[in-house]
């Protein structure tokens, strides 16, 4: 599997899922008030989580796919916000499915912010930085909403998954 068909795959299955969390979050009592919510006082509520986890899908795309995007810079304001976010990222990733992405062995330079910055081969920034930040903020999205008491578990994190179901046999 290539770097674009990974990344794609990943981002957008990954997306859909925090789409459907965030639905979810709608319909709960606390609604739009739950992206203030977090984990720890020291941890960024849930609406910097989507924000951030929203960030690597223009960031990779710039480093790999030849995209100028510039990701957004400030938290959504409400659920429905997040969500349209979210599905302009798909569209946005959808456009660069295969076209034009870099080999996987070259070798690019990123900054994530703070003075630091880093070279790695293509696939290394994939694997070593872009997926691991993209899971992190994701997870702990679906932390704080599950912290918060909305009624969401593993089949909610992984609806992907039942596609791959097998029936049991008798």
Known sequence: MSCATSVHTVYDQTLAMLSGLLG???AHDKGDALLSA???DDMFPLSTQVRYAGHLVPSTLNQLAGGDY???ES???TIAEAQTRIADLSTMLAAHLT???TKSDTRIEFGP???FNFAAEAH???RDWAMPNF???VNAAYAILRSEGLDIGKADYLPFMMKYLVPPTE
């Open 24 to 26: 979810k979050a709608a």
């Open 38 to 40: 977090k984990l720890a």
């Open 70 to 72: 510039t990701p957004a």
């Open 75 to 77: 938290d959504p304001e």
């Open 99 to 101: 076209d034009g992405w």
């Open 113 to 115: 912010g703070n003075g």
């Open 124 to 126: 290394e920034y994939v």
């Open 135 to 137: 899971y992190f903020h």
